[in-house]
């Protein structure tokens, strides 16, 4: 049992304890290698075979992965995918137009807050013209991320019949620090895959809102996420790529590709099963531990026997971060959330105070001596950020709004 703390970190962040506590003991000794822990293991032995085969399975299982998608466990965080999507894909659309060395490729980018616009950002530096089809700067208050314009509105270049297109589309799902979030399946505020040719791969970087809902992966070329918020430690991206993206990136060269490292060829993590180096076992174990707990036992029942996996975890992420924000909107002012209300983020609930920064300050110690921690909005932006991933309980939630109302008394 541990201290009753309510770890409303942005990540890495909290993970079930039932989890935890497994991984725990199999770091003294795993059960299938007694007298040696699961970090003791080789990478190559049949016991670590089965831990990455049951991840895959319920991973598959969980998010309804197609077959011809390939899952690959990475390095690097988040921030070498913003390289490795784009260096992989440039590969494959020069092999696929066979390319001269001196043509460009375009790579465009829905950027709706601070990860998609440093990923433009590195996209650019990877050798792409990095095209912005949305700008949330241009089009939020204050020139701040706030809002997803309708995708009428954004700026996608009409294709010539003939003319090349992107090698890629890139968004991000849910915007970590700046608390926006496209909507789910079917909402009217998800990615706007219609917009664009179907044959254009869509990547999209799903870090802090995976396993928080049911995905359409047949929609995607490529999905990633960090693990560390709903997946498990950090040290490891979960990368879920077409099969027919996949290509060797050396072959790219003659049609003007760069050499790429190894390391971040999908092609060969796939080849290898993931293995094309020593993984990081332990944090890979404790990733399979969470999947088995998210799939053994749901926050809520499943709705019917043929809802969609994640069903009870969105709902689940609906009911906590839905409580948070009734708080903020019948705070009379005290609270305002900085997302627009179409696309506020279910994982991460941003907010400033009326009272300004010095009443922020004292917000985050009077939450911090109440044992609610990490509430401190990311150093890029200021203000408070709850963040509310599957690990937090409803009660967890509770004790927060509670405070969070004692606190508006005390100081309105
Ligand atoms: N994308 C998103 C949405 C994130 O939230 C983060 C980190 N919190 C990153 C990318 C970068 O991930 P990493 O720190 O693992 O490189």
């Not at 996209?123 to 997803?148: L, N, P, Q």
């Not at 993984?279 to 531990?289: D, N, R």
């Amino acid at each position: 049992q541990r201290a009753s703390t309510i770890n409303l970190n942005a990540g890495p962040s909290p993970l079930p304890d039932a989890a935890l506590l497994t991984a725990a003991a199999s770091l003294l000794s795993y059960s299938e290698t007694p007298g040696m822990g699961i970090a003791e293991i080789s990478h190559r032995s049949p016991a670590f075979d089965h831990v990455v085969a049951n991840a895959n399975d319920d991973l598959r299982t969980l998010l309804e992965i197609p077959a011809n998608y390939k899952v690959l466990w990475m390095q690097g965080g988040g921030l070498t995918q913003f390289a490795a999507t784009v260096l992989n894909l440039s590969a494959w659309y020069r092999i696929k137009h066979q390319l001269q060395p001196s043509d460009e490729v375009e790579g465009w980018y829905a950027v709706t807050g601070s990860w998609s616009k440093k990923a433009a950002e590195e996209g650019a530096r990877m050798g792409v013209a990095a095209r912005k089809v949305f700008d949330g700067k241009k089009h939020g208050a204050g020139g701040k991320f706030t809002s997803i314009a309708p995708a009428d509105e954004w700026d996608v270049p009409q294709l010539e019949e003939k003319s090349r297109r992107p090698a890629f589309v890139y968004y991000c799902d849910n915007e970590t620090v700046d608390g926006v979030e496209f909507g789910g399946v079917d909402s009217e505020t998800a990615f706007p895959f219609d917009k664009f040719d179907p044959a254009v791969p869509v990547v999209a970087d799903m870090s802090s809102n995976f396993l928080s809902r049911p995905v359409d992966v047949s929609k995607y070329g490529i999905i990633y996420a960090g693990a560390q918020k709903n997946l498990g430690p950090a040290g490891v991206t979960l990368v879920i790529v077409r099969e027919d993206l996949l290509v060797d990136l050396d072959e790219a060269v003659q049609y003007g590709g760069t050499r790429v490292p190894s390391m971040l060829s999908y092609k060969n993590m796939a080849d290898t099963n993931s293995m094309y180096n020593t993984p990081p076992t332990f944090t890979i174990y404790v990733c399979s531990l969470v999947l088995r707990s998210l799939l053994a036992s749901p926050p809520l029942p499943l709705p019917s026997p043929t809802s969609r996996p994640l069903a009870p975890l969105s709902s689940f992420a609906d009911q906590k971060s839905s409580l948070v924000y009734s708080e903020l909107d019948s705070s009379e002012g005290f609270y305002a959330g900085t997302a627009d209300k179409a696309v506020r983020s279910r994982m991460n609930v941003t907010f400033r105070l009326k009272g300004g920064e010095a009443l922020e300050k004292a917000f985050v110690k009077e939450a911090s001596e109440r044992g609610i921690k990490g509430v401190n909005g990311h150093r890029s932006v200021g203000g408070i950020r709850t963040s509310i991933y599957n690990a937090v309980t409803l009660e967890h939630v509770k004790t927060l709004v509670a405070f969070m109302r004692e606190f508006r008394e005390k100081h309105s």
